[in-house]
């Protein structure tokens, strides 16, 4: 048995593979929750004019409310991965949405599980098939508990809870985060910090509100009814969920950590003025409200422009819980703990981007799930499908190292780069002052050409390392 392999048994059993600095009593518990599709202008306090936020902007007015905070990828299921291992997707061959995690990968849930915490997930999962025998459901990557959909899930939509299909009622958010509640309470009747995700599933399309969501737009066009409604809806779930955890006596020891997959939608959505939306390597396809609340550590509310990612969750929640993973994967996040804990803070790595020109993968959630209920209910069950099968399959042959097609960028510090290299093999590349261009209008690549020079040989060291991850290096 290879080294890696043996950590991941090891892992799995739950042994001591880590360095547990903290004590048990003094952890903090963590909920991660995530919008599906929600743009960085969706916002009350980011100025929407019609979506009514009123959960999110309390939240933003007290905890750390990010300007800056990209998705690692611009559609939804490569930044879940990023969420879950601190890596870029791509190092685990997450290129598009509806591709499954390695489970080769080490996992948040697996890593804190380490330090004593219990783990659930709720609501959409997307990165895998969630039947009992699938190698990429929740349960296999960490999770003690799970009620989750294999994509975006509406109000009423039937769940799968570790494998068991389940008709559930009411608003889908609002489910998640019930689901969630009555989860902590167990939790906490036993005594053990937590890790709850929470990831919702609105306003993915097609859009369809609660109507007591959907009635605050009668004015507005029936499409921005149900969009903007869907908004509220998770709005006031977030709301249940943050007095929830006021009620429950735990808020204060609790991080509640807040952000969307992927930038706006197209024509529907809002990017704040931000160029391109979802599917884009720009700023309109990757910039994403996140807001964190720790109230035990966050006393005083406090706005930053200091560009975090994703990726940087992992480490960040690690770094906090004082857990060490033995031979760690490459990991492309760093640990913001300096930045929520109120110390001077100044990021020290350089952020990388880059949507292959690979196909999504379709992942019909309703039609999965209605399928493995019948079965069930049959007596039967229905094998994961064969995606998820190959989840750990490595790629034969390997990817080159030497092309990369697709839109790539790297970000440092506030200039920001673009490789685009289409699938005939023809390279081009933008160069923009994200701090005086922020809609990236203005091409300086001819003006700052000692800029590009600078930035080309790291972005492309990235890329070799990213793509040794994906033909197999970390494992």
Known sequence: MSSRMLILLMLAIGSASQIVAAAPG????????????????????????HVKTPNFDKAAATGIRFDRFYAAAPVCSPTRASVMTGRHPNRMGVFKWGYPMRPQEITVAEALKTAGY?????????????RTDSPANPGVNGFDEWL?????????????????????????????VDAA???????????????????????????????????????????EQHFFGEITGMDRAFGKLRDGLGDRGIRDNTILWYCSDN???????????????????????????????????????????????????????????????????????????????????????????????????????????????????????????????????LPDPPYSTTSFPGHAAWVDGDWKLHRIENAKGKLTWELYDLKND????????????????????????????VTNSLNGADY
Not at 124 to 130: A, C, D, I, N, T
């Open 181 to 223: 509640l009555s989860w902590i309470d167990q939790s906490k009747a036993a005594d053990k910090p937590f890790l709850a995700v929470v990831w919702f599933g609105s306003p993915h399309s097609p859009h369809r509100a609660a109507e007591q969501d959907r009635a605050l737009y009668e004015d507005r066009p029936e499409k």
């Open 263 to 393: 930038g706006a939608l197209p024509k529907i959505g809002s990017s704040g003025g931000l160029r391109g939306n979802k599917g884009k390597v720009y700023e309109g396809g990757l910039l994403v409200p996140a807001i964190l609340e720790w109230p035990a550590v966050i006393k005083e509310n406090r706005t930053s422009d200091i560009r975090c990612n994703t990726c940087d969750i992992y480490p960040t929640l690690l770094d906090i819980a004082g857990v060490a993973i033995d031979n760690q994967p490459v990991v492309d996040g760093i640990s913001l703990s300096p930045l929520i804990h109120g110390e001077s803070f100044k990021r020290s790595r350089s952020m990388g981007f880059w949507d292959t020109l690979a196909n999504g993968v379709g992942t019909p959630s309703d039609t999965w799930m209605n399928e493995l209920y019948a079965a069930q209910q049959n007596g039967n069950d229905l094998p994961p499908h064969q995606s998820s099968v190959i989840a750990a399959k």
């Open 118 to 130: 219990t783990t659930g997930h709720f609501g959409k999962w997307h990165l895998g098939s969630v």
């Open 26 to 49: 003094k952890l903090p518990n963590i909920v991660l929750v995530m919008a599906d599709d929600q743009g960085w202008g969706e916002m009350g306090y980011n100025g929407h004019s």
């Open 148 to 176: 989750s959909a294999p994509n975006y899930y509406d109000n009423g939509s039937i769940l799968s809870r570790r494998g068991t299909a389940v008709k559930t009622k009411g608003e889908s958010s609002e489910v998640a």
């Open 438 to 465: 922020r809609t990236e209008s203005t091409d300086l690549k001819a003006k700052r050409a000692e800029v590009v020079d600078r930035l080309q040989p790291k972005l492309a060291k990235w890329l070799t390392s």
